[in-house]
């Protein structure tokens, strides 16, 4: 995915090697010489797509749309929304003796999608390369495949595991909401996806990994920044 | 060599007997064969000699996609599975079977459009294909598990993304009549051949991509366009009741969704509604199979439409059935379309609570969970069949001992007790005892092994036998003399689904004869069923097209059972299909520009080479006589109507005789022996093909 | 004001047709009296008669249909079809007149008997008594006289007009739909 995008950035200063203390003092005098800006991220998106498991029937045709239309190739593991890894043996599936959603189970397939996380944002906050920015009008987080070097942080970052990486480009690869106008709620032929103004569903959805991710120093010094 | 899309790019050889796995290039190999059958009957042909028997391990069996599995192209869920077929009779001859499911698309993101497996392994092995490592690993431990616990088995090993095609216990006792699954109701048939190369299954997990050649805006266009001329499964282009949308309706289509009818068995209930053909979102609601065959009462029990990847019409139903848990301790839970989901209430005449009630839900339930976990074929129906009239006129008895009779609960099977078949299923799987046995030989060799003549049962009409051990798979009841020749064509029973699907769409007469006659070039070509008039020549041309286009989808990896888009649900259209989806298809995927003649002209090639091969494995040219034959009863009717009378479904020797001619002409193949001509052959690049058919004197 | 109540009119006939129904001039009369009334403004009859032939000049899908009575229908063809609104209009009338006209359609236009299910379900949605007891009034009154019954081999009850087809004709027909289909899927 090739995008030239026009980024909105709060811009933060980059504090490194300061003593905590010195932080408030120095941001208090306006020191800025000598730093860089570090991205966080703290609007919110406008929107996001949901699902509806009840009335998902596993064609796929989202995960289809939203590769081909957008990169010119069919493929599951790049597709930003994910619903062959539950497709058969559902959510939680046999790692846990749990395999009782699916095509082999009771038959509920979840979508799993992009929760366009409010601030903090897991995986931006764990790019190093500032890579996941957001894109205005609609503050999707979306990868900026420019920076990106596909050191895959952000993939362990999400509690979600929505972070793709593409092997052909060598790039990571998140929903970035086709700009509001997302390719998978167009496909899905059972109204089971949504587009809808974004609502904070995090706590509401069970979180798929335990993130691992590994801020910067340079971020934790800039999150001090706000909260002291 | 030009890069192109749709094409994963490479074939996977597994030689089981010496564990030797390599690839080849599809593009340089078999491009001209496209994929799916045509890779299949190119191996057959090149690589397995004639008189090959099924089980042996010269034998080979290939799992063929196209180059439009995997993609966004409507209903593209197809593996075709080639081999030698083991219930065809008196001869095993080449042959072909249609799996749905998640299987090939898996397989192409793993980077192959098909893979041949030759060879025996000397211990159960499965195959892991997970990208580029391709391993083959002990099955030893998989042995003698179902199908369930095997996908299982290898998916904890492969991580749930694997799509996993499994054979049951049917399929290791080398049961003829046994299938391969995938995607827990997906199946197609050579589960023995499978077996009989002591191959448990193959579990396939693909990362990456199949690229799309055009242009994606054009390409998203392309798809659009193809799902706004969709209708419900089998490509019913009208609704089952009057629809504030619709203009027509039919009572028989299977777009059966309407206001009121819902998925009653989803937590909440989801209402199947209006669904206007102009709106994409709500296709996936048109169908219910499982409604369309067991009556209004399964709505209760729908838990909601499924299928194969890529398809939005979800011609599999989840059933979700509390009762048979209690009764059978069988789960609550069961799935399939068409065939599978009758499986097990075929077996019974009646049931105490009538024909589309509880019970026969209830042995549809008990059905699937055997046929579906031991991987037994239904044969089209005709194993049922067979059944019914073996017990109830008395041949059964004279057959097995009694002994073995009185080990099974005829009561029960009179009565319509789904509980016979804990009696007899398993038994079939297992080839426990004489009955069953004979049952899951097939057709053509049980009659054989019992003494009973075959031509017994082609007298049988209600036993819908045609020939070579297989029953008719829409003949003539489904369009007159093109639904008998289509018949007449395969070593198994016609898969051919492209007549049927315009007959059956649900358009008054006169719109489907002006569509006809845009297609075929005249409205004779199709006739009002049961009202049919004597042959024509644009009979002929359509039943040459629909089995063109057959062909041309199973290379393709598209569905036969939803193509060819010859009508759409648009009054706007006039109702028109797009007689070039295919086309339109194939070049923006692969990048290879051909029109629909073009890629007719591949499906003919296609064709000709299954007709080769079957000529060279009969080892006669006589076709006409040897192979293409008509049982009986086609020529007969209960009440003696006379041929093309209304209300008959009788046809006339002399009209076949000509139809059959007719067909022959438009193919290429000499009239007298229905054997292809030399100049037929090399027209369609088979020269070499003809060669050998012509060392062997079996060229016209 | 009359710009806005056109609006409104046409509003409500496409509303209408989205959900199904036709809709009978008199609502549109009883609903629109009231709101001009409540504006304080005279408006006769005539000007909303006035307004609603404005409403089918100017909108291609917006059309009319008559009942037996010469009642006035509207709905709109951008979600309702000719066809569907004329079987809306039936349904209106007796029982008798709206089966006999499906059972006539089917049997000359396809051509096929219907089963008694498609009366059962939506949209008739009438009760199996019902549709019997008018069966066989049929059977007693001349106009009816065409309209006949088969049952097939698993019991299920199809109509036919023998104006279209001949008994056997139907029989087979029926047999094949009801059976024949299923058991060839």
Known sequence: MIMNLNFSRRQFLKVSGLAIAGISALSSLGVTYGMAEVIIITEQAEGLVIGDPTKCVGCRRCELACTEFNDGKASSTISRIKINRNLQLGYLGLYTGKCDEGKWGIGLIIQDICKQCPHPVPCADACPNDAIVIKPPINARVVDSDKCTGCKMCQRSCPWDMISFDSDTNKATKCFLCDGKPKCVEACPAEALKYVRWRDLSRSVPTRISPTSVISQEKIQACMGCHK | ?700 | MIKECSKAILDSIRESSKSGLLLPEKEIFSKFTQKLVKSHEQIRDDAIKAMLDEVISSNEDITVLYDSIYCRYYYSALTMTEAYARLLLLKKENSLHLMASIIRENSAKYPRPIPITVFQNFPFELRQDDILLCINKMIELQEYEDIEQVTTSIGNLFFYSKRYLDFDYAMMLAEWEDVGCIENP
């Open chain 2, 1 to 700: 060599m030009a890069k192109h899309g749709g094409w994963a790019g490479k074939v996977l050889r597994v030689d089981l007997s010496t564990g030797k796995i390599s690839t080849e290039n599809t593009i340089e190999k078999y491009k001209d064969f496209i994929g799916g059958t045509g890779i299949g009957y190119k191996v057959i042909w090149d690589e397995v000699p004639s008189a090959t028997k099924p089980f042996s391990p010269e034998n080979k069996i290939i799992f063929g996609t196209g180059p439009l599995a995997g993609t966004g192209a409507p209903c593209n869920g197809k593996t075709a599975i080639t081999t030698l077929w083991p219930t065809c009779w008196p001869k095993p001859l080449v042959a072909s079977g249609h799996m749905g499911g998640h299987f090939a698309a898996e397989l192409k993101y793993a980077g192959y459009d098909a893979i041949i497996i030759e060879g025996k392994s000397e211990h159960p092995v499965w195959l892991s294909i997970e990208d580029a490592r391709v391993e083959l690993n002990d099955a030893r431990r998989l042995w003698g598990l179902g199908i369930r616990r095997t996908t299982y088995e290898i998916n904890l090993q492969m991580g749930h993304e694997a799509s996993v095609a499994a054979i049951g216990q049917a399929g290791e006792n080398l049961v003829p009549m046994s299938v391969i699954i995938n995607s827990v109701s997906h199946s197609a048939g050579g589960g023995a051949v499978m077996g009989s190369k002591n191959l448990k299954a193959i579990g396939v997990r693909g990362t990456g991509s199949v690229y799309i050649s055009g242009k994606k805006e054009e390409w998203e266009k392309a798809i659009k366009f193809h799902l706004s001329l969709l209708g419900a499964n089998n490509q019913h282009v009208v609704p089952s009741s009057p629809q504030p949308w619709a203009e027509y309706y039919s009572p028989g289509s299977r777009w059966i969704s309407s206001k009121g009818r819902n998925w009653e068995a989803s937590r909440p209930p989801i209402e199947t509604g209006s669904c206007d053909p102009h709106n994409l979102n709500r296709i996936a609601y048109r169908s219910n199979n499982a409604v369309f065959f067991l009556g209004n009462d399964a709505w209760k029990y729908t838990v909601r439409g499924n299928g194969c990847t890529g398809c939005p019409i979800r011609c599999h139903t989840i059933l979700r059935v509390p009762s048979v848990y209690s009764k059978y301790a069988i789960p609550e839970i069961g799935q399939n379309t068409c065939g599978g989901l009758n499986f097990g209430r075929a077996f019974f005449k009646t049931f105490p609570d009538g024909p589309k009630s509880q019970t026969s839900i209830e042995a549809c339930m008990v059905g699937m969970h055997f046929a579906d976990d031991l991987g037994i074929w239904n044969n089209y129906g005709l194993l049922q069949r067979d059944f019914q009239k073996l017990y109830y006129d008395g041949i059964l008895k004279t057959k097995i001992d009694e002994k073995e009779y009185k080990s099974y609960s005829w009561d029960k099977f009179e009565k319509g007790d789904p509980g016979f078949l804990f009696e007899l299923l398993p038994r079939i799987a297992r080839k426990d005892g004489e009955l069953a046995t004979a049952l899951g030989m097939g057709t053509g060799y049980m009659l054989e092994r019992w003494g009973i003549s075959e031509e017994d049962w082609k007298k049988d009409p209600a036993l819908q036998y045609w020939k070579m051990g297989h029953p008719r798979h829409h003949s003539n009841e489904d369009s007159g003399q093109i639904g008998v020749i289509i018949n007449t064509q395969y070593n198994r029973d016609a898969q051919c689904h492209s007549h049927t699907n315009f007959i059956r769409n649900g358009l008054p007469i006169e719109v489907q004869k002006r569509l006809a006659s845009e297609l075929w070039g005249s409205p004779d070509a199709v006739d009002a069923t049961l009202a049919y008039t004597p042959m024509n020549i644009y009979k002929a041309k359509m039943a040459k097209w629909s089995l063109l286009r057959k062909e041309l989808h199973d290379a393709l990896a598209l569905c036969n059972w939803m193509g060819p888009i010859s009508a759409s649900p648009l009054k706007e259209r006039g109702y028109r299909g797009d007689d070039s989806i295919e086309s339109l298809l194939y070049t923006l995927a692969t990048g290879d520009k051909k029109s629909c003649q073009e890629l007719d002209h591949v499906a003919e090639r296609i064709l000709l080479l299954h007709r080769a091969i079957t000529i060279r494995d009969m080892g006669t040219k006589e076709m006409r006589t040897m192979h293409d034959t008509i049982p009986d009863w086609v020529f007969e009717d209960i009440k003696d109507k006379s041929p093309f009378s209304k209300g008959t479904n009788r046809m006339d020797k002399e009209d076949m005789r000509i139809a059959m001619d007719m067909y022959y002409e438009e193919m290429g193949w000499d009239k007298k022996t229905g054997a292809p001509t030399l100049e037929t052959y090399r027209k369609f690049d088979l020269g070499d093909v003809a060669e050998k058919l012509k060392q062997k004197g079996l060229l016209p």
